[in-house]
Nanobody, 115 residues
Framework: QVQVVESGGGLVQAGGSLRLSCAAS????????MGWYRQAPGKQREWVAT???????NYADSVKGRFTISRDNAKNTMYLQMNSLKPEDTAVYYC?????????WGQGTQVTVSS
């Protein structure tokens, strides 16, 4: 079984920064893809960014240029550096790990950006 656990959320003022972490544990197979999603109140969960085991990265247009995704394969950990945060970035941020057709989700970490 695979577990993914997010950390690093919190309250920050607009223009500030936060760094999220996602630690994966258990029977982790490679290659896999890890990603960040978020869900704001009253809205559907949306994709933020993904990074493959080999380091290929994609971002949603809404975060491009402000957020940076990275991973440390040796530690099975993924990060999301979020800069120039906006109130509309307020959401619960979820970590996701995909291996073949199996998807694992974390419980989420709250990010709140005040104006």
């Amino acid at each position: 079984q695979v577990q993914v656990v997010e950390s690093g959320g919190g309250l920050v003022q607009a223009g500030g920064s936060l760094r999220l972490s996602c630690a994966a544990s258990g029977s982790i197979f490679t290659p896999n893809v890890m990603g960040w999603y978020r869900q704001a109140p009253g809205k559907q969960r949306e994709w933020v960014a993904t990074i493959t085991h080999g380091g290929t990265i994609n971002y949603a247009d809404s975060v491009k240029g402000r957020f940076t995704i990275s991973r440390d394969n040796a530690k099975n950990t993924m990060y999301l550096q979020m800069n120039s945060l906006k109130p509309e970035d307020t959401a619960v941020y979820y970590c996701n790990l995909v291996y073949l057709v199996t998807m694992y989700w974390g419980q989420g970490t709250q990010v709140t950006v005040s104006s």
